[in-house]
């Protein structure tokens, strides 16, 4: 079964969106057969690489709303944040364009899926817990790295054009879909599921989704057998393209 997550690294409903999914998966019965796949998803192109306002002024001045607002905002997120084990410090948190982090993304993808699942969550933790600037290439090497790509791999994410392209297909891809906001995730391309949503809503919805994604089951009838295997007098009779039994 794939499902595929658009998501934001400067979002922070998708990190406690892929804690609660997670738990979901950790618990589903056929994880092991689940193939998840990050999708690029930016929530705000306009900021420069490098931006000297803390969150709260950032909101505040491209939300247009009160500071107070913003503040209880901030404060809920983080409580929320904290009952999936997370730690987040809007204080440290440096404001920073997530491009650069999804070219290194894609190419994280090329490597292999794990590869990209694992840099998702160094950079979340970085941008969130750690106070890193996830626009600084010095801080992608390192978190790069961390995630099992080569120094030269990430620098090759920043420089080639072929990863930018990648990300912008992934826009593409999440305009088709009537993407609008992430977290989101695509079961299948069959269900979708919007925001950091409750474990259970996770875990019906793999249920649903595994049960209507596999192949029918055969049912066989009960009984004593007979010569051919099948109970006396239902020995499954039917007709096909050459006749009938």
Not at 16 to 28: H, N, P, V
Not at 223 to 237: E, R, S, V
Request: proline share 4%.
């Amino acid at each position: 079964m794939k499902i595929e997550i658009f998501s934001d690294v400067a979002c922070p409903w998708c990190y406690i969106g892929k804690r609660r999914f997670e738990t979901a998966l950790a618990s589903f019965e056929h994880r092991d057969q689940v193939e998840v796949e990050w999708k690029s998803f930016q929530l705000d192109p306009s900021l420069p690489e490098h931006d000297h306002r803390n969150e709260i002024d950032y909101l505040v001045q491209t939300k247009g709303m009160p500071r107070e607002q913003v503040t209880q905002m901030l404060g809920h997120v983080t409580e929320q944040a904290t009952g999936e084990g997370l730690h987040y410090d809007f204080e440290a948190l440096v404001v920073a364009n997530s491009w650069k982090a999804h070219r290194v993304i894609q190419r994280a993808k090329a490597v292999s899926l794990k590869t990209a699942e694992r840099l998702e969550e160094q950079l979340f933790q970085a941008h969130f817990e750690d106070g890193k600037d996830i626009g600084s290439e010095d801080v992608l090497v390192e978190l790069g790295t961390a995630a099992g790509l080569t120094a030269e791999q990430v620098r090759e994410a920043l420089d080639d054009d072929r990863w930018e392209t990648a990300v912008k297909q992934d826009l593409a891809t999440a305009r088709a879909l009537g993407v609008s906001g992430v977290p989101f995730f695509v079961l299948e391309r069959k269900y979708g599921i919007s925001g950091a949503q409750p474990v259970e809503v996770f875990t019906q919805a793999l249920e649903q989704s595994w049960a209507e994604s596999q192949p029918l089951q055969m049912v066989q009838p009960t009984g004593a057998a007979g010569a051919d295997g099948y109970p006396d007098g239902l020995n499954g009779q039917a007709c096909g393209p050459n006749g009938c039994d």
